[in-house]
């Protein structure tokens, strides 16, 4: 007989037990020998033929067993007084069975839960069996008495029955995925709306990216805010409004929008209203608080103390200044002057205090009235945020929210100051030398393709010397293709990313690698990276938007606990949920080497998307493998040239946050900062887009 497996594995599901005369007379005989049980209870079975009956009554728990001979040596018979109860009946065997209870009793528990029942029941006519199963939680809950016979009944619950409470919680739980599942489909049907025009063939994907990119922005802000409800629901609306939002638009400025957000948090729990009009009420209610601080300010006695700003340097032209704001007053009077949020509520003063974020203010410089015998001016022109974190500015606002333009008449002071500004300190002694600024901010700029726009105007990168470590303030497209010349390649590489490499040391495909190349640019997917070695340091599948991520980490023995104050010491953003799940995440008894790489779900062979599942069975396949949760914090920590706008999710085994639902680590970069977040889409199909970090198999 076949021992290896139970009665009641998933694959050994039986047909309804019709049984031959000789079968019928090995069960008689088995039940007639269980001394155990009363004989007259025993005869009583037979006679009347009950126990036959109950084993051919189709019952999908009953089965026959058998000795490697095929002779019958056991049954079970059950039947069914009440839906999705399994009354057991009849159980019997010889002693030469075979099967050992302790592993047969567990599979058959399991079984009958999986073939939808809740509850098991018998009579206890067997002590020696009754106290068998009352290991494995039958419980003895009354006397029953059958004419001259009585028996203990016994019972196990295999499936609690659920509270009206949580029965209501699902009903919910099901009505918000439908409305959810039809947010979606409003998605879909928004994208579809987006034409391939013949003048921009790629409309629709540019688009899409664009979604994508602010929708990863916010919804790190956002998840970011403490008491802000930013679950499934406001996701799926945010998304959808940012689509409806770029039909007619081609961008839209974050940081306005999560100000706006986040003071309305109902504009995304509903899929009515547009951007357009919550930008219009947001702005309404920020003029509105500064009507009310101007008010209170005017009430002011002169007895409250007001500490001055700290006047930076001014410019070559005497005309302006630059100052960094200190406290709130500071920024209750910027806001009262420039008519936007800075000091309408107190989430910069915390960026500010936190050492996240200096709010500097471009101003004019003052002067004597000579007439009035009074100083005058000091007022503001542009507000500007700098993040400490990324060395980037972040803002940079006129009035009203308005942007920098190159028709300013105090543009040259911007820029004078601008120059200057890199060349001063923090607090702490580090310069301000940022690297960017913001391209939501540069909007009234244009640049043409292939040129800069420098300190000293707009030049072509042939022109540019970027070893002269000039001003830029933005650059115009510098994509590299197949076509582009090795030699310009390699000196846009240098302008925009810094990178040394040689005309000879640049490979556009897998044949052009050898052992002197350095930088790759070209097609990606697995079986493209088993073929580049390692001595290749830069990969890029399209540059410069698109770095490709293969690198090696070293997995440490850091608590959950000592994760989380490395990354906020390392000055990196951790969301809520990703904070729940790195307090689950076991501490490594020994360091390890994790080498890394990351695949869109498109290269791994989904270009219209797949389940998470698919994405993971695909990935082993080509030789890839899931990663510690480790990798998540680790990655983010050691990821300090992550590119603009990436969102990486780690490829591991789902962990609980607190409130029981499945989520992934991820790691992005965003205009407002590097984090390591959340991602909950465990049981959604990704698109073939979404990025991936595996480890790879060695």
Same mark, same amino acid.
């Given at each position: 007989?076949?021992?290896?497996?139970?009665?009641?594995?998933?694959?050994?599901?039986?047909?309804?037990?019709?049984?031959?005369?000789?079968?019928?007379?090995?069960?008689?005989?088995?039940?007639?020998?269980?001394?155990?049980?009363?004989?007259?209870?025993?005869?009583?079975?037979?006679?009347?033929?009950?126990?036959?009956?109950?084993?051919?009554?189709?019952?999908?728990?009953?089965?026959?067993?058998?000795?490697?001979?095929?002779?019958?040596?056991?049954?079970?018979?059950?039947?069914?007084?009440?839906?999705?109860?399994?009354?057991?009946?009849?159980?019997?065997?010889?002693?030469?069975?075979?099967?050992?209870?302790?592993?047969?009793?567990?599979?058959?528990?399991?079984?009958?839960?999986?073939?939808?029942?809740?509850?098991?029941?018998?009579?206890?006519?067997?002590?020696?069996?009754?106290?068998?199963?009352?290991?494995?939680?039958?419980?003895?809950?009354?006397?029953?008495?059958?004419?001259?016979?009585?028996?203990?009944?016994?019972?196990?619950?295999?499936?609690?029955?659920?509270?009206?409470?949580?029965?209501?919680?699902?009903?919910?739980?099901?009505?918000?995925?439908?409305?959810?599942?039809?947010?979606?489909?409003?998605?879909?049907?928004?994208?579809?709306?987006?034409?391939?025009?013949?003048?921009?063939?790629?409309?629709?994907?540019?688009?899409?990216?664009?979604?994508?990119?602010?929708?990863?922005?916010?919804?790190?802000?956002?998840?970011?805010?403490?008491?802000?409800?930013?679950?499934?629901?406001?996701?799926?609306?945010?998304? &959808?409004?940012?689509?409806?939002?770029?039909?007619?638009?081609?961008?839209?400025?974050?940081?306005?929008?999560?100000?706006?957000?986040?003071?309305?948090?109902?504009?995304?729990?509903?899929?009515?209203?547009?951007?357009? !009009?919550?930008?219009?009420?947001?702005?309404?209610?920020?003029?509105?608080?500064?009507?009310?601080?101007?008010?209170?300010?005017?009430?002011?006695?002169?007895?409250?103390?007001?500490?001055?700003?700290?006047?930076?340097?001014?410019?070559?032209?005497?005309?302006?200044?630059?100052?960094?704001?200190?406290?709130?007053?500071?920024?209750? !009077?910027?806001?009262?002057?420039?008519?936007?949020?800075?000091?309408?509520?107190?989430?910069?003063?915390?960026?500010?205090?936190?050492?996240?974020?200096?709010?500097?203010?471009?101003?004019?410089?003052?002067?004597?009235?000579?007439?009035?015998?009074?100083?005058?001016?000091?007022?503001?022109?542009?507000?500007?945020?700098?993040?400490?974190?990324?060395?980037?500015?972040?803002?940079?606002?006129?009035?009203?929210?308005?942007?920098?333009?190159?028709?300013?008449?105090?543009?040259?002071?911007?820029?004078?100051?601008?120059?200057?500004?890199?060349?001063?300190?923090?607090?702490?002694?580090?310069?301000?030398?940022?690297?960017?600024?913001?391209?939501?901010?540069?909007?009234?700029?244009?640049?043409?393709?292939?040129?800069?726009?420098?300190?000293?105007?707009?030049?072509?990168?042939?022109?540019?010397?970027?070893?002269?470590?000039?001003?830029?303030?933005?650059?115009?497209?510098?994509?590299?293709?197949?076509?582009?010349?090795?030699?310009?390649?390699?000196?846009?590489?240098?302008?925009?990313?810094?990178?040394?490499?040689?005309?000879?040391?640049?490979?556009?495909?897998?044949?052009?690698?050898?052992?002197?190349?350095?930088?790759?640019?070209?097609?990606?997917?697995?079986?493209?990276?088993?073929?580049?070695?390692?001595?290749?340091?830069?990969?890029?599948?399209?540059?410069?938007?698109? *770095?490709? &991520?293969?690198?090696?980490?070293?997995?440490?023995?850091?608590?959950?606990?000592?994760?989380?104050?490395?990354?906020?010491?390392?000055?990196? !953003?951790?969301?809520?949920?990703?904070?729940?799940?790195? *307090?689950?995440?076991?501490?490594?008894?020994?360091?390890?080497?994790?080498?890394?790489?990351?695949?869109?779900?498109?290269?791994?062979?989904f270009p219209s998307g797949a389940t998470l599942k698919q994405?993971?069975?695909?990935?082993?396949?080509?030789?890839?493998?899931?990663?510690?949760?480790?990798?998540?914090?680790?990655?983010?920590?050691?990821y300090t040239d992550q590119f603009m706008n990436e969102y990486?999710?780690?490829?591991?085994?789902?962990?609980?946050?607190?409130?029981?639902?499945?989520?992934?680590?991820?790691?992005?970069?965003?205009?407002?900062?590097?984090?390591?977040?959340?991602?909950?889409?465990?049981?959604?199909?990704?698109?073939?887009?979404?990025?991936?970090?595996?480890?790879?198999?060695?």
């Amino acid at each position: 007989m076949e021992t290896s497996k139970t009665l009641y594995t998933p694959d050994n599901k039986k047909e309804p037990i019709s049984l031959t005369e000789e079968q019928k007379n090995a069960v008689r005989n088995i039940t007639l020998g269980i001394e155990e049980v009363d004989e007259n209870i025993r005869e009583m079975a037979v006679q009347n033929g009950d126990v036959v009956r109950t084993l051919e009554n189709g019952h999908p728990l009953n089965r026959l067993i058998a000795d490697q001979k095929g002779e019958t040596t056991g049954y079970i018979a059950c039947e069914d007084f009440i839906p999705h109860e399994a009354y057991l009946k009849y159980l019997g065997t010889t002693k030469q069975t075979g099967r050992n209870l302790l592993v047969e009793i567990p599979a058959f528990l399991e079984y009958a839960k999986k073939q939808g029942y809740t509850k098991l029941n018998f009579h206890g006519w067997n002590d020696r069996l009754n106290k068998v199963l009352e290991r494995y939680g039958f419980e003895r809950l009354r006397t029953d008495t059958m004419g001259d016979f009585s028996a203990d009944f016994y019972e196990k619950t295999l499936v609690e029955k659920k509270s009206s409470e949580d029965v209501e919680k699902e009903r919910i739980k099901a009505f918000e995925q439908k409305f959810i599942n039809k947010i979606n489909q409003e998605y879909e049907k928004t994208l579809a709306t987006f034409s391939q025009k013949e003048d921009n063939p790629n409309n629709r994907a540019n688009k899409e990216r664009a979604i994508t990119a602010t929708f990863q922005v916010a919804n790190q802000q956002l998840s970011s805010l403490e008491g802000f409800e930013f679950g499934d629901r406001q996701k799926a609306i945010l998304k &959808l409004k940012l689509a409806r939002h770029f039909q007619n638009n081609e961008n839209i400025d974050t940081n306005v929008l999560f100000d706006a957000i986040s003071e309305s948090p109902k504009f995304i729990n509903t899929d009515k209203g547009s951007f357009h !009009q919550l930008l219009e009420v947001h702005q309404q209610k920020t003029l509105q608080k500064i009507a009310e601080k101007r008010i209170q300010r005017a009430k002011m006695t002169g007895t409250e103390a007001f500490n001055p700003y700290e006047a930076l340097f001014e410019t070559k032209s005497g005309n302006y200044f630059m100052a960094r704001l200190l406290n709130m007053p500071h920024l209750e !009077q910027e806001s009262e002057y420039m008519n936007h949020c800075v000091g309408t509520s107190d989430s910069y003063l915390n960026k500010m205090k936190r050492g996240e974020v200096e709010i500097l203010s471009f101003r004019k410089s003052p002067t004597i009235n000579k007439k009035l015998n009074k100083l005058e001016g000091g007022d503001p022109v542009i507000t500007i945020e700098y993040d400490r974190k990324t060395k980037t500015i972040q803002q940079m606002k006129k009035n009203g929210d308005a942007y920098l333009s190159p028709n300013d008449s105090y543009y040259e002071d911007v820029i004078d100051a601008l120059k200057q500004l890199r060349k001063t300190e923090t607090d702490t002694g580090e310069l301000r030398d940022f690297k960017s600024i913001s391209l939501s901010e540069l909007g009234n700029f244009s640049v043409k393709d292939y040129h800069i726009l420098t300190e000293n105007g707009e030049v072509s990168f042939h022109d540019f010397n970027p070893n002269d470590n000039a001003f830029v303030l933005k650059f115009g497209k510098m994509e590299i293709t197949p076509e582009t010349s090795k030699k310009d390649a390699v000196k846009i590489m240098k302008i925009v990313d810094g990178i040394e490499c040689i005309p000879e040391e640049l490979a556009y495909s897998v044949e052009e690698i050898n052992t002197d190349t350095k930088s790759y640019i070209g097609d990606w997917n697995p079986e493209i990276y088993k073929k580049i070695p390692e001595s290749v340091t830069y990969l890029y599948e399209s540059f410069p938007k698109n *770095k490709i &991520l293969r690198k090696t980490i070293e997995l440490t023995e850091k608590s959950p606990q000592e994760y989380e104050e490395e990354l906020i010491k390392q000055g990196y !953003q951790i969301g809520d949920y990703a904070k729940q799940i790195l *307090k689950k995440v076991e501490t490594l008894k020994q360091k390890e080497d994790a080498d890394l790489v990351s695949f869109s779900v498109a290269q791994l062979g989904f270009p219209s998307g797949a389940t998470l599942k698919q994405i993971y069975d695909k990935a082993k396949e080509l030789g890839l493998e899931l990663c510690p949760p480790q990798v998540g914090p680790e990655l983010r920590l050691s990821y300090t040239d992550q590119f603009m706008n990436e969102y990486l999710v780690v490829a591991m085994d789902p962990i609980n946050d607190s409130e029981g639902s499945p989520g992934l680590l991820s790691v992005g970069r965003s205009s407002v900062g590097e984090w390591l977040g959340y991602d909950g889409r465990v049981g959604s199909e990704w698109d073939g887009d979404g990025r991936f970090v595996f480890r790879s198999r060695k």
